[in-house]
C-alpha cells in the first residue's frame, strides 16, 4: 500500500505542481496584462467621448450661426404682429431641415414663441443658462434635459439689424447613434445617465434595475462592475455642458470578460491537459495496485461503504497495521453514526423552534385601538420560544384582553397559544357579553382535552382575562401574574392579583374559578406582564422584579404609554442582555370613555 500511494501521491503531486504552477502564472499574466489593457482603452475611450461631444458643439454652434443668419427666420422674430402659426410654420420647416431634436425660439425677453416639440407652448426661458447667455453674450452651448432625453443644444443670439429680436437654441439628442459611433471607435459602450437611470439603451443583456447599484458602486471610487451576468470595467463622465440639478453623466464600459475570453481558451486547454495527466497517473497506480496484497481492496471498499453510508462494523484481515486501520474504520463509522443521530435531532429542534416562533408572532394583534384608552403592547422574544401570548380584542360595548403563558417552550407552547388565541377568538367573537369566568371555564375543558389526550403532553397556561365594560370597570378571571397600577389622582401605585385558576390542569376548575372586578379612574395608568420581565436575571442571579417595574414608573408614569413601554423593557435588557425567557408588557391608561386614542 505504501508503495501505490507514494507513487500514484508523487506523480500527481508532480503533475499538478507543474501543470498547476503553469496555468496560474500563465492565468495571472493574461489577466493583468487583459485588465491593463482593458483600463488602458477605458481612458482612451473617455477621451474619444469628450472629443466627439466637443466636436458635435462645434457643428451645433455652425448649425445655429447659420440658421440664425436666416432673413426669413429674423423677420418672423422681430414683427410683433405676426401670426403665431407663421412663426410655427417656419420653426417646423426649418427644424426638419436641421433634423433637429431641439430648435426654440425666444423673443429679446427670453418668452417662449415657439417650440418645434410643442408648438403651443408658453412660458419663460430668460433663467435658463443657455438662453440667457445667448441674449447676453451672443451665443452658449449646453445640454438640456426634456422628455427623459438628453440633448446638446447650442443658443445663438438673433438681431435684426442694431436691434436684439430675441435668441435661437438648436440641438440634437444625445442617443443610440451618438453611443454607437463610440463603440465603433472604441470597440465599447456608452449609456447616457441622468441621476440612477439610463436615458439610452443599454448593452444587450443588461437590465435596467440593476443599473443603479453599479452607478453607487462607480460613484463610490469602484472601477469593476457586475452587469448582466458579465464583468466590466466601468466609469463616468459629467456630460459638459450640463448645468442642472439632477446628475447627467456619459457611463463607458469595457467588457472584461471579452477581453479575457482567449486566456480562459487556454487555461480550459492545460486544464484538460492536467486531467489527462493525472488520469495516466492513476492508471499507473491501478496498475501497480494489482502487485499489492487484498486487505488494501479491502480496506478501499470499506472506505467506499463509509461514503456511501453504511456504517456496520465490518473485520478486515491482513497485516497488523492493515486491522487496526480497519478497527479504526470501524470506530470512525460508529462516531459518524452517532454525530448523524445528535445533528438530525439538533435540525428538528430548530425546524420546531422557527415553527414556534412564527406561531408565536403571527397571532399577535398588528395594531391596537380601544376607544377611552391609550395602549400599546410589546413582546421580546428569547432564544427559546417560552410561550407568552397578549391580545385585545375590540367589542361592540368596550374590549377584552388577554395575557398569560404558557408553560415549557417550544413548537408544543406555540401550538397551545395558538388554540388559546383561537378559542379566545371565538368565544369573545360569539358571545362578547360573556362573564369572563364562562370564558375560562370553556376555554380550560377544549385546552385539558387537547393538551393532555389529543398532544399528550404536560403542559399548563397562566391566563388573565378581562372584559372592560365601560366608565374603566374591568370584569376579571383567570390567574396570571400582578397587574401594577398606578392612581393618578394620589401619584400611588397598588397591586391588582388574580384568584383564579391556571388552565390545562384539571378539567373541572368550577370551585376555583372566580371572577374579581378592577376599577380604573381617569389618568390611572394599569401594567400587565409576564414573568420574563420579573425574573430576567443578571449576571449574579439578581432578578428585575417588581422592584424594577416600579422604580421606572416613578419616573415615567405620567409620560406616553409608548414611553413607559419602551422604558421599561429597555431597563430589562439592560439588566439581563440575554433573555432566558418571552417578555411581554401591555400598558394602558384610561383616559375618558368619550376618547378614542390608538
Not at 367589542?395 to 398569560?404: F, M, N, P, S, T
Not at 399528550?456 to 378581562?466: G, V
Amino acid at each position: 500500500m505504501r508503495l501505490r500511494t507514494s507513487v500514484f501521491l508523487w506523480v500527481l503531486l508532480l503533475v499538478v505542481v507543474v501543470l498547476g504552477s503553469t496555468i496560474g502564472v500563465i492565468y495571472v499574466v493574461f489577466d493583468r496584462s487583459t485588465r491593463e489593457r482593458v483600463a488602458g482603452d477605458l481612458a482612451r475611450s473617455r477621451e474619444v467621448t469628450l472629443d466627439l461631444h466637443a466636436n458635435r458643439a462645434t457643428l451645433h454652434r455652425q448649425e445655429c450661426r447659420v440658421v440664425a443668419e436666416e432673413p426669413r427666420l429674423k423677420a418672423v422674430v422681430a414683427t410683433e404682429d405676426i401670426e403665431r402659426d407663421t412663426i410655427v410654420d417656419t420653426v417646423r420647416d426649418l427644424a426638419n431641415t436641421l433634423r433637429a431634436g431641439v430648435f426654440v425660439i425666444v423673443n429679446a425677453e427670453g418668452n417662449l414663441l415657439a417650440d418645434n416639440k410643442d408648438p403651443r407652448a408658453e412660458g419663460g426661458l430668460g433663467n435658463n443658462p443657455v438662453v440667457r447667455d445667448a441674449l447676453a453674450k451672443g451665443e452658449q452651448s449646453g445640454v438640456w434635459l426634456d422628455d427623459n432625453k438628453a440633448f446638446q443644444v447650442h443658443g445663438c443670439r438673433l438681431e435684426f439689424g442694431a436691434r436684439i429680436v430675441g435668441a435661437l437654441v438648436v440641438g440634437h439628442a444625445i442617443d443610440d447613434e451618438f453611443a454607437a459611433i463610440i463603440a465603433r471607435q472604441t470597440g465599447g459602450s456608452l449609456v447616457v445617465i441622468e441621476d440612477r437611470g439610463a436615458i439610452s439603451s443599454l448593452p444587450a443583456g443588461i437590465g435596467r434595475g440593476e443599473l443603479g447599484p453599479a452607478l453607487d458602486q462607480v460613484r463610490g471610487g469602484g472601477r469593476e462592475v457586475t452587469l448582466g451576468g458579465s464583468h466590466w470595467y466601468a466609469q463616468l463622465v459629467a456630460v459638459p455642458g450640463y448645468t442642472g440639478d439632477r446628475k447627467v453623466e456619459y457611463l463607458l464600459l469595457r467588457s472584461i470578460d471579452e477581453a479575457l475570453a482567449p486566456a480562459r481558451v487556454i487555461v480550459r486547454i492545460l486544464f484538460m491537459l492536467l486531467g489527462a495527466s493525472a488520469l495516466a497517473a492513476l492508471f499507473l497506480a491501478l496498475g501497480l495496485a494489482r502487485r499489492l496484497a487484498r486487505p488494501i481492496d479491502a480496506l478501499v471498499t470499506r472506505t467506499k461503504a463509509i461514503a456511501q453510508g453504511d456504517l456496520k462494523p465490518r473485520a478486515i484481515g491482513g497485516p497488523t497495521e492493515v486491522r487496526e486501520l480497519g478497527v479504526a474504520m470501524d470506530r470512525m463509522a460508529k462516531e459518524i453514526d452517532e454525530s448523524r443521530t445528535a445533528l438530525l435531532e439538533k435540525d428538528r429542534l430548530a425546524r420546531e423552534m422557527v415553527i414556534a416562533a412564527r406561531i408565536q408572532t403571527s397571532i399577535l394583534p398588528r395594531s391596537i385601538t380601544v376607544a377611552g384608552f391609550e395602549i400599546t403592547a410589546k413582546m421580546l422574544t428569547a432564544s427559546e420560544v417560552g410561550g407568552d401570548y397578549y391580545d385585545v380584542l375590540t367589542v361592540d360595548k368596550g374590549c377584552w384582553i388577554a395575557i398569560g403563558d404558557v408553560s415549557g417552550h417550544g413548537l408544543t407552547a406555540g401550538l397551545v397559544m395558538m388554540m388559546v388565541q383561537t378559542g379566545v377568538a371565538t368565544l369573545v367573537r360569539s358571545q362578547p357579553d360573556a362573564p369572563p369566568a364562562q370564558v375560562i371555564k370553556t376555554l380550560n375543558r377544549v385546552l385539558f382535552e387537547n393538551i393532555h389526550d389529543r398532544l399528550e403532553a404536560e403542559r399548563h397556561m397562566t391566563l388573565s382575562l378581562l372584559r372592560y365594560d365601560g366608565a374603566g370597570a374591568f370584569r376579571v378571571a383567570g390567574a396570571h401574574m400582578d397587574a401594577v397600577c398606578w392612581r393618578a389622582a394620589t401619584q400611588t401605585t397598588e397591586m391588582f392579583g388574580t384568584s383564579g385558576t391556571f388552565l390545562a390542569i384539571t378539567d373541572d376548575i368550577d370551585q376555583v374559578n372566580v371572577e374579581q372586578d378592577w376599577q380604573l379612574e381617569k389618568g390611572d395608568l394599569m401594567i400587565l406582564l409576564t414573568d420574563g420581565v420579573t425574573e430576567a436575571e443578571d449576571s449574579a442571579g439578581k432578578p428585575f422584579g417588581y422592584e424594577g417595574v416600579l422604580e421606572i414608573l416613578q419616573s415615567y408614569a405620567t409620560k406616553p404609554v409608548q414611553a413607559i413601554q419602551s422604558a421599561v423593557l429597555d431597563a430589562v435588557i439592560k439588566h439581563s442582555p440575554t433573555l432566558a425567557d418571552d417578555c411581554t408588557i401591555l400598558v394602558l391608561r384610561y383616559v375618558g370613555s368619550a376618547e378614542t386614542v390608538g
